[in-house]
Each structure stands twice: as structure tokens, then as C-alpha cells.
């Protein structure tokens, strides 16, 4: 098995890997897994984690609505809704469904003339400071540049979310600027530092800038 994988497909679903890393589709056999990684990383997301203001609607998405949603938006082509997993069985033996640690989506994505994408991301705290997120990051936005040709690829940051920070430093996007109470995060209106690539600034593979003289991970 090749130890980078980004597909020339358009069409969802589509599942990226590198190494032991992997970004797929979630499926409803992950509902179990979703639920323990959500529940373990509370604490730990809580002071990102986008929430409902008062005036809201406060009913809660089940998994199922969650993954219907998803996929509606995945086949329109509107987003890229995959979880981060890893892969214990790779390269000796990949397994078919790597266990879910996380998320990097591409959402937002819009057509006609502009041709953009939203990147967001979250990892559970049991992988962190791998180097995970940067690497998913960099293989997200490979697949959107390489394959679907998106011009334009924009990641929002709270300016208190130093790991974040890090994050976009490692894959080489930009700051552009602030956006003014963005979202609802942590139960108030959230300023967010923008950080954009755009097709003309991005590599021939930001994995290879991500993984430099290192290999790819393994288990």
C-alpha cells in the first residue's frame, strides 16, 4: 500500500492516508467510538467548541440527523466531512475501518466564482502533540487543491488557541486579518484570526512541507 494516498475522484466519499493516518468518512458503526471520543475530550474541547446561542434553537442532532447531514452536503459538494482515524494495523495490516481520533473537515465549500473552503479540526487529547493535526491538515488541503482545484482555502482561529496557531505555522497558511464575533464558542460571540492559502501560494504537497526529513507515522 502506497504510504500517501490522495484520490483523483470528485465524488463522495473519498478517504485520504497518509501512512497510519487517515481521513474518512464517518460512518454510523462509529457512533460507539464518536461517543466515547466525545465524552473522554470534553473538557478538553469545551473552551473551542462552537455553541447555540440563547436565542437558538437548543434541540439536540442525533448521530443519525448528524451523519445525514453530512452526507448531503459531502454529495452536493458543499463539504468535505471527514473524521481524523489511525490506522493500528498499517503497513503490515491496514485495517478497514481505522479507529476515529478526531475530525478535519473542509466545509463552506462554494463554486461558481470563488471557488473556497473552510478547514476546521479537533484531535482527541490521547493523540495530541503527535503532530496528527497538521499532517490531516496538509492532506485535506492537498485533496482540495490537487484534485478539486479549489483556489482558496481559509482556516478560523480563536486568538487564544496557541496549538491551533501552531498548527496553521506548520502547514504554511497566512494570517489575513480578524474576523469580528465569528461564532458562538463556549457560550459567547467569539472574534476569530484568519489564516488563508490560496492555490497560487500552496506546494506541490503540503505533506511533504508537513512531514519534512520524517516519515510518515506509523503504528
Given at each position: 500500500?502506497?504510504?500517501?494516498?490522495i484520490p483523483?475522484?470528485?465524488?463522495?466519499?473519498v478517504?485520504?492516508r497518509?501512512?497510519?493516518?487517515?481521513l474518512?468518512?464517518?460512518?454510523?458503526?462509529?457512533?460507539?467510538?464518536?461517543?466515547?471520543?466525545?465524552?473522554?475530550?470534553?473538557?478538553?474541547?469545551?473552551?473551542w467548541?462552537?455553541?447555540?446561542?440563547p436565542q437558538?434553537?437548543s434541540n439536540?442532532?442525533?448521530?443519525g440527523?448528524?451523519?445525514?447531514?453530512q452526507?448531503t452536503?459531502?454529495?452536493?459538494?458543499?463539504?468535505?466531512?471527514?473524521?481524523?482515524?489511525?490506522?493500528?494495523?498499517w503497513?503490515?495490516?491496514?485495517?478497514?475501518?481505522?479507529?476515529?481520533i478526531?475530525q478535519v473537515?473542509?466545509?463552506g465549500?462554494?463554486?461558481?466564482?470563488?471557488?473556497?473552503?473552510?478547514?476546521?479540526?479537533?484531535?482527541?487529547?490521547?493523540f495530541?502533540?503527535?503532530?496528527?493535526?497538521?499532517?490531516?491538515?496538509?492532506l485535506a488541503?492537498?485533496?482540495?487543491?490537487?484534485?478539486?482545484?479549489?483556489?482558496r482555502l481559509?482556516?478560523?482561529i480563536?486568538?487564544?488557541?496557541?496549538?491551533?496557531h501552531?498548527?496553521?505555522?506548520k502547514?504554511?497558511?497566512?494570517?489575513d486579518?480578524?474576523r469580528?464575533?465569528?461564532?458562538?464558542?463556549?457560550?459567547?460571540?467569539?472574534?476569530?484570526?484568519?489564516?488563508?492559502m490560496?492555490a497560487?501560494?500552496a506546494p506541490?504537497?503540503?505533506v511533504?512541507r508537513?512531514?519534512?526529513?520524517?516519515p510518515?507515522p506509523?503504528?
Amino acid at each position: 500500500m502506497k504510504p500517501i494516498v490522495i484520490p483523483k475522484t470528485t465524488r463522495w466519499p473519498v478517504t485520504l492516508r497518509a501512512g497510519a493516518l487517515v481521513l474518512r468518512p464517518l460512518t454510523r458503526m462509529d457512533q460507539p467510538d464518536w461517543d466515547e471520543v466525545r465524552i473522554a475530550n470534553r473538557e478538553w474541547l469545551r473552551e473551542w467548541d462552537a455553541t447555540t446561542p440563547p436565542q437558538g434553537m437548543s434541540n439536540a442532532i442525533t448521530f443519525g440527523l448528524m451523519l445525514q447531514g453530512q452526507r448531503t452536503a459531502a454529495r452536493r459538494g458543499q463539504s468535505l466531512p471527514w473524521v481524523l482515524a489511525w490506522d493500528d494495523g498499517w503497513p503490515d495490516h491496514p485495517v478497514r475501518r481505522p479507529k476515529l481520533i478526531g475530525q478535519v473537515s473542509v466545509s463552506g465549500i462554494a463554486w461558481g466564482s470563488a471557488w473556497y473552503g473552510y478547514i476546521g479540526y479537533w484531535i482527541d487529547h490521547r493523540f495530541a502533540g503527535r503532530g496528527l493535526v497538521p499532517l490531516g491538515v496538509a492532506l485535506a488541503s492537498d485533496y482540495c487543491f490537487q484534485t478539486l482545484h479549489l483556489h482558496r482555502l481559509e482556516i478560523d482561529i480563536l486568538p487564544k488557541n496557541e496549538r491551533s496557531h501552531r498548527v496553521v505555522e506548520k502547514v504554511g497558511f497566512q494570517p489575513d486579518g480578524r474576523r469580528r464575533s465569528l461564532l458562538h464558542i463556549n457560550g459567547e460571540w467569539s472574534d476569530h484570526d484568519v489564516f488563508v492559502m490560496t492555490a497560487e501560494e500552496a506546494p506541490d504537497s503540503l505533506v511533504a512541507r508537513v512531514l519534512g526529513a520524517r516519515p510518515v507515522p506509523s503504528a
